[in-house]
Antibody, heavy 114, light 107 residues
Framework: EVQLVESGGGLVQPGGSLRLSCAAS????????MSWVRQAPGKGLEWVSG????????FYGDSVKGRFTISRDNSKNTLFLQMDSLRAEDTAVYYC???????WGQGTLVTVSS | DIQMTQSPSTLSASVGDRVTITCRAS??????LAWHQQKPGKAPKLLVY???NLESGVPSRFSGSGSGTEFTLTISSLQPDDFATYYC?????????FGQGTKVEIK
């Protein structure tokens, strides 16, 4: 069974940084691309960033390009999202999601506020 | 970039009704389409992948169809547990565009 468990969310001030993690199990992690998807309060789903199975290819949505960095550690079956220069509009629940047939984690809340 | 457009945005229906949600892609995506159900405060849940394949454990009253640019999700007989928001998603490649969502409400 695919399991994805996010952690690292919390309250951060505008301009601050936060690092999200996603622990994966139940599938051959290094064989699959992974993504981060977010959902602002009361809004729809927005793809944030994706990474290839080997970690060499990374992709970003326009709203986070230059501020967020996606990475992975295949030896630990873990996905990361480094979020810098955070803004109020980055406030959202962040979901880790598996590529191929998409599966979701339970999400972690990031709140950017002073 | 590929855009996904769902209709309607909100749908009011009664238990037992047949419900259809439409999703259109701005260009052909073959059958690289998934449907997800989301309830308030919960993570999305995969219902259908590859346009018409039901995820394991999903009730058979759900079905998906379509290819190219036009897709539908049908609930054959709406149940109380089905009142939720539904999203379509194109998932081939590294950018995952989503539809804006369809909220299914109690009539």
């Amino acid at each position: 069974e695919v399991q994805l468990v996010e952690s690292g969310g919390g309250l951060v001030q505008p301009g601050g940084s936060l690092r999200l993690s996603c622990a994966a199990s139940g599938f051959p992690f290094s064989s699959y691309a992974m993504s981060w998807v977010r959902q602002a309060p009361g809004k729809g789903l927005e793809w944030v960033s994706g990474i290839g199975g080997s970690g060499e290819s990374t992709f970003y949505g326009d709203s986070v390009k230059g501020r967020f960095t996606i990475s992975r550690d295949n030896s630990k079956n873990t996905l990361f999202l480094q979020m810098d220069s955070l803004r109020a509009e980055d406030t959202a629940v962040y979901y880790c999601a598996k590529g191929g047939i998409p599966h979701w984690g339970q999400g972690t809340l990031v709140t950017v506020s002073s | 970039d590929i855009q996904m457009t769902q209709s309607p945005s909100t749908l009011s229906a009664s238990v037992g009704d047949r419900v259809t949600i439409t999703c259109r892609a701005s260009q052909s995506i073959s059958t690289w389409l998934a449907w997800h159900q989301q309830k308030p405060g919960k993570a999305p849940k995969l219902l259908v992948y590859k346009a018409s394949n039901l995820e394991s454990g999903v009730p058979s009253r759900f079905s998906g169809s379509g290819s190219g640019t036009e897709f539908t999700l049908t609930i054959s007989s709406l149940q109380p547990d089905d009142f939720a928001t539904y999203y379509c998603q194109h998932y081939n490649g590294y950018s995952w565009p989503f539809g804006q969502g369809t909220k299914v409400e109690i009539k």
